[in-house]
Protein backbone atom coordinates (compact mmCIF):
# COMPACT_ATOMS: atom_id res chain seq x y z
CA UNK A 1 0.00 0.00 0.00
CA UNK A 2 0.99 3.25 -0.85
CA UNK A 3 0.26 6.82 -0.05
CA UNK A 4 -3.09 6.94 1.74
CA UNK A 5 -5.26 9.90 1.92
CA UNK A 6 -7.13 10.55 4.61
CA UNK A 7 -9.98 13.15 5.03
CA UNK A 8 -11.32 13.73 9.15
CA UNK A 9 -14.35 15.61 9.94
CA UNK A 10 -12.93 16.63 13.32
CA UNK A 11 -16.32 17.65 15.14
CA UNK A 12 -17.29 18.68 18.60
CA UNK A 13 -19.59 15.52 18.99
CA UNK A 14 -18.34 13.06 16.36
CA UNK A 15 -15.39 12.54 14.42
CA UNK A 16 -15.47 10.58 10.99
CA UNK A 17 -12.82 9.40 8.71
CA UNK A 18 -13.08 9.36 5.24
CA UNK A 19 -10.48 7.05 3.47
CA UNK A 20 -10.40 7.15 -0.93
CA UNK A 21 -12.20 4.21 -2.34
CA UNK A 22 -13.55 3.03 1.03
CA UNK A 23 -15.64 5.87 2.40
CA UNK A 24 -16.52 6.73 5.81
CA UNK A 25 -14.32 4.08 8.09
CA UNK A 26 -14.29 5.33 11.19
CA UNK A 27 -17.20 7.32 12.96
CA UNK A 28 -16.50 7.48 16.96
CA UNK A 29 -17.75 10.13 19.08
CA UNK A 30 -15.13 12.52 19.99
CA UNK A 31 -14.30 11.85 23.35
CA UNK A 32 -11.58 11.08 25.80
CA UNK A 33 -11.28 9.16 29.27
CA UNK A 34 -8.61 10.39 31.17
CA UNK A 35 -6.78 8.89 34.55
CA UNK A 36 -6.43 11.85 36.82
CA UNK A 37 -3.75 9.80 39.15
CA UNK A 38 -1.45 8.92 36.09
CA UNK A 39 -2.28 11.74 33.65
CA UNK A 40 -2.81 8.57 31.28
CA UNK A 41 -5.23 8.51 28.63
CA UNK A 42 -7.52 5.08 29.03
CA UNK A 43 -9.86 4.98 26.37
CA UNK A 44 -10.87 7.19 22.96
CA UNK A 45 -14.07 7.33 20.81
CA UNK A 46 -17.42 4.60 21.89
CA UNK A 47 -15.38 3.14 24.72
CA UNK A 48 -15.04 6.22 26.47
CA UNK A 49 -18.41 7.80 25.84
CA UNK A 50 -19.73 4.82 27.78
CA UNK A 51 -17.90 5.54 30.85
CA UNK A 52 -19.92 9.32 30.40
CA UNK A 53 -21.40 9.52 34.32
CA UNK A 54 -20.31 5.94 35.31
CA UNK A 55 -16.79 7.28 36.21
CA UNK A 56 -14.88 7.82 40.00
CA UNK A 57 -13.32 10.76 40.66
CA UNK A 58 -10.25 9.73 39.52
CA UNK A 59 -11.67 9.13 36.14
CA UNK A 60 -12.67 12.37 33.72
CA UNK A 61 -14.26 11.99 30.87
CA UNK A 62 -14.80 14.89 28.24
CA UNK A 63 -14.68 16.18 24.98
CA UNK A 64 -11.60 17.67 24.09
CA UNK A 65 -12.79 19.87 21.13
CA UNK A 66 -15.44 22.38 22.05
CA UNK A 67 -17.33 24.73 19.49
CA UNK A 68 -15.18 23.13 16.75
CA UNK A 69 -11.88 24.00 17.47
CA UNK A 70 -8.97 22.41 20.19
CA UNK A 71 -9.82 23.10 23.65
CA UNK A 72 -7.36 20.48 25.29
CA UNK A 73 -4.00 19.78 22.66
CA UNK A 74 -2.46 17.29 24.38
CA UNK A 75 -5.84 14.85 24.29
CA UNK A 76 -7.17 16.00 20.92
CA UNK A 77 -3.28 15.00 19.45
CA UNK A 78 -4.15 11.59 21.33
CA UNK A 79 -7.70 10.99 19.83
CA UNK A 80 -6.22 12.01 16.54
CA UNK A 81 -3.19 9.58 16.37
CA UNK A 82 -5.88 6.48 17.87
CA UNK A 83 -8.38 7.60 15.06
CA UNK A 84 -5.38 7.37 12.54
CA UNK A 85 -4.03 4.08 13.79
CA UNK A 86 -7.27 2.35 14.31
CA UNK A 87 -7.46 2.94 10.41
CA UNK A 88 -4.10 2.67 8.77
CA UNK A 89 -3.03 -0.95 8.71
CA UNK A 90 0.31 -1.59 10.92
CA UNK A 91 2.10 -2.88 7.84
CA UNK A 92 2.12 0.01 6.03
CA UNK A 93 5.37 1.96 6.01
CA UNK A 94 4.06 5.14 4.53
CA UNK A 95 2.41 8.15 6.26
CA UNK A 96 -1.12 9.18 5.00
CA UNK A 97 -1.85 12.73 3.71
CA UNK A 98 -4.53 14.05 6.24
CA UNK A 99 -7.39 16.72 5.47
CA UNK A 100 -9.48 17.61 8.65
CA UNK A 101 -11.88 20.07 8.61
CA UNK A 102 -12.42 23.32 10.61
CA UNK A 103 -14.56 25.92 11.15
CA UNK A 104 -15.12 28.83 9.09
CA UNK A 105 -14.66 31.42 11.29
CA UNK A 106 -11.79 29.66 13.07
CA UNK A 107 -7.98 31.94 13.97
CA UNK A 108 -4.99 31.54 12.59
CA UNK A 109 -3.96 30.51 16.17
CA UNK A 110 -6.89 27.44 16.15
CA UNK A 111 -5.94 26.70 12.20
CA UNK A 112 -2.28 26.15 13.68
CA UNK A 113 -3.13 23.82 16.65
CA UNK A 114 -5.17 21.46 13.92
CA UNK A 115 -2.47 21.26 11.10
CA UNK A 116 0.20 20.85 14.51
CA UNK A 117 -1.93 18.42 16.19
CA UNK A 118 -2.19 16.15 12.69
CA UNK A 119 1.37 16.27 12.10
CA UNK A 120 2.13 15.18 15.50
CA UNK A 121 -0.18 12.15 15.24
CA UNK A 122 1.56 10.95 12.19
CA UNK A 123 0.34 12.44 9.38
CA UNK A 124 2.88 13.29 6.23
CA UNK A 125 1.24 16.76 5.29
CA UNK A 126 -1.60 18.40 6.82
CA UNK A 127 -4.17 20.38 5.31
CA UNK A 128 -6.95 22.18 6.65
CA UNK A 129 -10.27 23.01 4.68
CA UNK A 130 -13.15 25.46 6.01
CA UNK A 131 -16.73 23.10 6.72
CA UNK A 132 -19.01 24.53 4.86
CA UNK A 133 -17.10 24.23 1.60
CA UNK A 134 -16.35 20.83 2.55
CA UNK A 135 -19.85 20.09 3.81
CA UNK A 136 -21.27 21.50 0.20
CA UNK A 137 -18.94 19.06 -1.89
CA UNK A 138 -19.75 16.25 -0.14
CA UNK A 139 -23.29 17.14 -0.42
CA UNK A 140 -23.02 17.05 -4.00
CA UNK A 141 -22.98 21.35 -4.58
CA UNK A 142 -21.20 22.24 -7.80
CA UNK A 143 -19.26 24.98 -6.22
CA UNK A 144 -17.15 25.94 -8.49
CA UNK A 145 -19.97 27.15 -11.13
CA UNK A 146 -20.87 30.63 -10.77
CA UNK A 147 -24.32 30.57 -9.24
CA UNK A 148 -25.24 30.64 -5.90
CA UNK A 149 -25.58 27.82 -3.31
CA UNK A 150 -26.37 28.08 0.46
CA UNK A 151 -25.28 25.47 2.91
CA UNK A 152 -26.20 24.65 6.50
CA UNK A 153 -24.07 22.68 8.65
CA UNK A 154 -25.81 22.19 11.67
CA UNK A 155 -22.96 20.05 13.95
CA UNK A 156 -22.72 19.53 17.62
CA UNK A 157 -20.93 22.44 19.08
CA UNK A 158 -21.34 25.26 15.88
CA UNK A 159 -23.51 25.86 13.10
CA UNK A 160 -22.54 27.20 10.56
CA UNK A 161 -24.38 29.00 7.07
CA UNK A 162 -22.34 30.07 3.98
CA UNK A 163 -23.34 30.76 0.89
CA UNK A 164 -20.90 29.98 -1.87
CA UNK A 165 -19.90 31.36 -5.61
CA UNK A 166 -17.08 30.12 -7.81
CA UNK A 167 -15.25 27.49 -5.31
CA UNK A 168 -15.09 30.25 -2.39
CA UNK A 169 -17.45 31.79 0.56
CA UNK A 170 -19.14 35.11 -0.13
CA UNK A 171 -21.05 35.22 2.78
CA UNK A 172 -20.85 32.82 6.35
CA UNK A 173 -21.92 32.89 9.64
CA UNK A 174 -20.58 30.62 12.82
CA UNK A 175 -22.99 30.24 15.44
CA UNK A 176 -22.04 28.53 18.77
CA UNK A 177 -25.82 26.97 18.83
CA UNK A 178 -25.93 23.04 17.50
CA UNK A 179 -26.48 19.94 18.18
CA UNK A 180 -24.99 20.34 22.05
CA UNK A 181 -26.98 23.65 22.65
CA UNK A 182 -30.49 21.15 21.68
CA UNK A 183 -29.37 18.18 24.62
CA UNK A 184 -28.68 20.81 27.05
CA UNK A 185 -32.50 22.91 25.87
CA UNK A 186 -34.06 19.72 26.72
CA UNK A 187 -32.62 18.67 29.78
CA UNK A 188 -32.87 22.02 31.18
CA UNK A 189 -36.85 21.62 30.08
CA UNK A 190 -37.06 18.08 31.82
CA UNK A 191 -35.79 19.83 34.93
CA UNK A 192 -37.92 22.64 34.83
CA UNK A 193 -41.20 20.39 34.08
CA UNK A 194 -40.59 17.57 35.89
CA UNK A 195 -37.66 18.43 38.43
CA UNK A 196 -35.71 15.35 36.98
CA UNK A 197 -32.35 15.71 36.82
CA UNK A 198 -31.02 13.61 33.29
CA UNK A 199 -27.38 13.17 32.06
CA UNK A 200 -26.02 14.00 28.43
CA UNK A 201 -26.66 11.13 26.98
CA UNK A 202 -29.76 10.37 27.64
CA UNK A 203 -30.85 14.01 26.58
CA UNK A 204 -29.35 13.18 23.08
CA UNK A 205 -30.99 10.06 22.91
CA UNK A 206 -34.53 11.73 23.47
CA UNK A 207 -33.41 13.67 20.61
CA UNK A 208 -32.64 11.40 18.07
CA UNK A 209 -35.53 8.56 19.19
CA UNK A 210 -38.85 11.17 19.37
CA UNK A 211 -37.00 14.38 18.82
CA UNK A 212 -39.13 16.63 16.23
CA UNK A 213 -38.54 20.25 15.08
CA UNK A 214 -41.99 21.55 14.86
CA UNK A 215 -45.51 19.97 16.77
CA UNK A 216 -47.06 16.93 15.40
CA UNK A 217 -50.50 15.86 15.35
CA UNK A 218 -49.36 12.29 15.91
CA UNK A 219 -46.88 12.41 18.71
CA UNK A 220 -44.99 9.82 19.95
CA UNK A 221 -43.77 9.30 23.35
CA UNK A 222 -40.80 7.48 24.92
CA UNK A 223 -40.13 6.65 29.02
CA UNK A 224 -36.89 7.88 30.02
CA UNK A 225 -35.32 7.59 33.51
CA UNK A 226 -33.39 10.04 35.82
CA UNK A 227 -33.04 11.52 39.33
CA UNK A 228 -35.73 12.95 41.00
CA UNK A 229 -34.55 16.55 42.62
CA UNK A 230 -36.67 16.72 45.42
CA UNK A 231 -36.40 12.94 46.83
CA UNK A 232 -33.19 12.09 45.39
CA UNK A 233 -34.58 8.79 43.85
CA UNK A 234 -34.23 7.28 40.81
CA UNK A 235 -37.56 8.18 38.77
CA UNK A 236 -39.24 7.25 35.27
CA UNK A 237 -41.06 9.88 33.42
CA UNK A 238 -42.87 9.74 29.66
CA UNK A 239 -41.97 12.64 27.44
CA UNK A 240 -42.88 13.41 23.79
CA UNK A 241 -42.37 14.59 20.77
CA UNK A 242 -44.57 17.69 21.09
CA UNK A 243 -42.67 18.26 24.82
CA UNK A 244 -38.74 17.87 22.54
CA UNK A 245 -40.28 20.54 19.82
CA UNK A 246 -41.11 23.05 22.78
CA UNK A 247 -37.98 22.34 24.76
CA UNK A 248 -35.61 23.32 21.89
CA UNK A 249 -37.70 25.95 20.17
CA UNK A 250 -35.37 28.85 21.23
CA UNK A 251 -31.72 27.52 20.02
CA UNK A 252 -33.88 26.56 16.83
CA UNK A 253 -34.94 29.76 16.57
CA UNK A 254 -31.19 31.02 16.68
CA UNK A 255 -30.38 29.15 13.79
CA UNK A 256 -33.02 30.56 12.04
CA UNK A 257 -32.15 33.72 12.73
CA UNK A 258 -28.66 32.91 11.76
CA UNK A 259 -29.81 32.45 7.78
CA UNK A 260 -32.32 34.77 8.12
CA UNK A 261 -29.44 37.22 8.64
CA UNK A 262 -27.23 35.66 6.45
CA UNK A 263 -29.81 35.88 3.38
CA UNK A 264 -30.37 39.71 3.95
CA UNK A 265 -25.92 40.23 3.41
CA UNK A 266 -26.46 37.89 0.30
CA UNK A 267 -25.85 40.06 -2.96
CA UNK A 268 -29.18 40.29 -4.90
CA UNK A 269 -28.12 37.46 -7.96
CA UNK A 270 -27.30 34.78 -5.28
CA UNK A 271 -30.08 35.82 -3.12
CA UNK A 272 -32.09 34.84 -6.82
CA UNK A 273 -30.19 31.57 -6.98
CA UNK A 274 -30.56 30.75 -3.55
CA UNK A 275 -34.52 31.36 -4.35
CA UNK A 276 -34.31 29.11 -7.21
CA UNK A 277 -32.27 26.15 -5.90
CA UNK A 278 -32.96 26.68 -1.92
CA UNK A 279 -30.85 25.67 1.01
CA UNK A 280 -29.08 22.32 1.39
CA UNK A 281 -29.02 21.15 5.23
CA UNK A 282 -26.18 18.69 6.84
CA UNK A 283 -24.38 18.02 9.72
CA UNK A 284 -25.93 15.71 12.29
CA UNK A 285 -28.39 18.25 13.12
CA UNK A 286 -29.92 17.78 9.79
CA UNK A 287 -30.79 14.38 10.78
CA UNK A 288 -33.32 15.96 13.20
CA UNK A 289 -37.36 15.39 12.11
CA UNK A 290 -38.93 18.50 10.39
CA UNK A 291 -36.18 20.54 10.47
CA UNK A 292 -36.09 21.31 6.84
CA UNK A 293 -40.05 22.28 7.13
CA UNK A 294 -39.26 24.64 9.90
CA UNK A 295 -36.43 26.76 8.31
CA UNK A 296 -38.58 26.47 4.85
CA UNK A 297 -41.85 27.65 6.78
CA UNK A 298 -39.72 30.99 8.75
CA UNK A 299 -37.61 31.69 5.50
CA UNK A 300 -39.96 30.74 2.55
CA UNK A 301 -36.86 29.70 0.60
CA UNK A 302 -37.24 26.07 0.02
CA UNK A 303 -35.16 23.48 2.29
CA UNK A 304 -33.65 20.39 1.52
CA UNK A 305 -31.84 17.68 3.54
CA UNK A 306 -28.46 16.05 2.03
CA UNK A 307 -27.77 12.54 1.43
CA UNK A 308 -26.29 11.38 4.52
CA UNK A 309 -25.80 14.75 6.55
CA UNK A 310 -23.90 13.59 9.05
CA UNK A 311 -21.10 12.51 6.65
CA UNK A 312 -21.06 15.69 4.36
CA UNK A 313 -17.83 16.67 5.86
CA UNK A 314 -16.04 13.27 5.58
CA UNK A 315 -17.14 13.09 2.27
CA UNK A 316 -16.19 16.44 1.04
CA UNK A 317 -12.42 16.19 2.13
CA UNK A 318 -11.91 12.80 0.84
CA UNK A 319 -13.37 14.90 -2.85
CA UNK A 320 -11.15 17.91 -1.89
CA UNK A 321 -7.87 15.12 -1.47
CA UNK A 322 -8.35 13.56 -4.88
CA UNK A 323 -8.32 16.99 -6.86
CA UNK A 324 -6.19 19.74 -4.49
CA UNK A 325 -5.55 21.31 -7.79
CA UNK A 326 -9.61 22.19 -8.06
CA UNK A 327 -10.00 23.06 -4.85
CA UNK A 328 -6.45 24.39 -3.40
CA UNK A 329 -8.02 28.31 -2.95
CA UNK A 330 -9.81 26.86 0.07
CA UNK A 331 -6.95 24.65 1.65
CA UNK A 332 -3.63 25.49 3.42
CA UNK A 333 -1.03 23.02 3.52
CA UNK A 334 1.91 22.26 5.53
CA UNK A 335 4.35 19.75 5.58
CA UNK A 336 6.79 18.41 8.81
Known amino acids: MFQTKI ?16 GVVLNEPSVVAVSLDEN ?20 RVYRPMREGVIADFRVTLAMIR ?14 PEVLVSVPAGITSTER ?35 SGHMIVNIG ?11 GGIVVASSLRVAGDSLDQAIADYIKRKYN ?7 AEELKVRVGSALVEKNENAVEIRGRDLLQGLPRTVKISSNEVAQAISEPLGEIVQVVKTLLRETPP ?9 GMVLSGGGALLRNIDQLISQAIGVPCFVAEDPLSCVARGAGIVLDNLDVYKQSIMRKRN
Open 7 to 22: GIDLGTCNSLVFIRKK
Open 40 to 59: RILAVGQEAKEMMGHTPDTI
Open 82 to 95: YFLRKVIPSYQFFK
Open 112 to 146: RAVIEATISAGAKAAYVAKEPILAAIGAGIPINTS
Open 156 to 166: GGTSEVAVISL
Open 196 to 202: LAIGENT
Open 269 to 277: ELSADIMDK
